[in-house]
């Protein structure tokens, strides 16, 4: 029976024995290693659990640099960019052939217009019964030629269709995967990044609003070290699931980084955002952690969030800069509360970094 992706119960049990994978093999519990002892637990990717069982059986275990080599080969993230490149490619390849087979039948198509213009042209001087027989005949010939060349390109036509359509599905993906944060589900660096620059051209351009939050879970640090990495892992998915619920339209939120994450908001001036953020802040400390494996409570967890909107002649970097330094204040202050960059509490750490 297959587990779905976001069971809890599945994942503790699919962690457990990768766990006891890399203690049996005497590895380093690091991410790589963890990530791929993970992969062969969940049985998601056959090809990497045919390639360990068959490694296993000739060699008794698995190197560091065996794993390392699986890693690289499947799962490291330079592979997200050769795969867009493979879909690309083969996208593009099927494109090709479409091309070329327009092109060989419109080559076709004016071998046949001349055949019937040769014979138009001895319609006109022929004399006999015999002459207009043999280019009756002829017309036939190239009509019927013409068909069936018809017939062909359709059907071919409509593979290509279907193969591309396919592809296209793949490309799409493949594409929509790289900038994909997988353990949170949310838009990752990359993704934000790009979306965050065109935002922000999108703006200068129309005068329109945005504004940005810069979220860090508070103390993340010591939860995680206390209860444990999966532990710390539910903690960012269920962050995640929060600003998931807060965000709609053209919204963006995104894994900044490690425990921090932000938010886009197009249109928005600073008091809307301020808002966004403050029921973002509200729906993460309603969420009581628990511990499905004992069913201990963990306690809830908090956020602070730093608000910034977009001034005239502004870049990426000193709006994230801004909010950014609302955020040190939020932190500075007690944590678990919103702050914007007019708030009183943000004024001495911009005197103080003028100065």
Not at 126 to 131: A, L, N
């Amino acid at each position: 029976m297959k587990h779905p992706a976001n069971d809890p119960e599945a994942t503790f049990a699919f962690a457990e024995v990768a766990l006891q994978q890399i203690k049996a093999l005497k590895q380093s519990a690091h991410p790589r290693n963890y990530e791929v002892w993970y992969h062969y637990a969940s049985g998601r990717h056959p090809t990497v659990n045919q390639l360990i069982n068959e490694m296993m059986e000739t060699n008794g275990a698995l190197s560091q640099s065996d794993v390392d080599g699986i890693y690289d080969k499947y799962f490291s993230p330079t592979r997200q960019a050769d795969r867009v490149d493979s879909a690309t490619s083969q996208f593009m390849a099927q494109v090709d052939m479409v091309m070329n087979m327009i092109g060989q039948a419109s080559g076709a198509a004016t071998r046949h217009s001349e055949s019937l213009a040769t014979m138009t042209d001895k319609l006109g001087k022929v004399t006999g019964g015999d002459g207009l027989r043999a280019i009756v005949e002829s017309l036939a010939k190239t009509a019927k030629n013409m068909e069936e060349s018809n017939r062909a390109l359709e059907t071919n036509l409509k593979n290509s269709k279907q193969e591309i359509t396919e592809l296209h599905a793949n490309l799409e993906a493949v594409r929509h995967e790289s900038l994909t944060d997988p353990l949170t589900a949310l838009a990752n660096r990359k993704c934000f990044d790009g979306v965050f620059a065109n935002a922000i051209a999108q703006a200068n351009a129309s005068t329109e609003h945005l504004s940005l939050l810069l979220c860090d879970i508070d103390h993340f640090k010591t939860f995680n070290d206390t209860f444990g990495h999966l532990i710390g892992d539910q903690v960012l998915r269920l962050v995640a699931l929060s600003l998931k619920d807060n965000v709609k339209g053209a919204d963006l939120a995104a894994r900044y980084g490690g425990e921090e994450f932000a938010v886009i908001l197009p249109d928005t001036s600073l008091r809307q955002a301020t808002t966004v953020a403050e029921h973002i802040r509200r729906a993460v400390m309603g969420r009581e952690l628990m511990k499905r494996s004992t069913g201990e409570n963990l306690g809830r967890v908090t956020m602070s969030i730093g608000v910034a909107t977009l001034h005239p002649g502004n870049t990426s970097a000193t709006l994230i800069e801004r909010a950014d330094t609302c955020l040190y204040a939020a932190n500075r202050n007690g944590r678990n509360r919103v702050i914007c960059e007019v708030d009183p509490e943000v004024a001495p750490l911009t005197k103080t970094s003028a100065a």
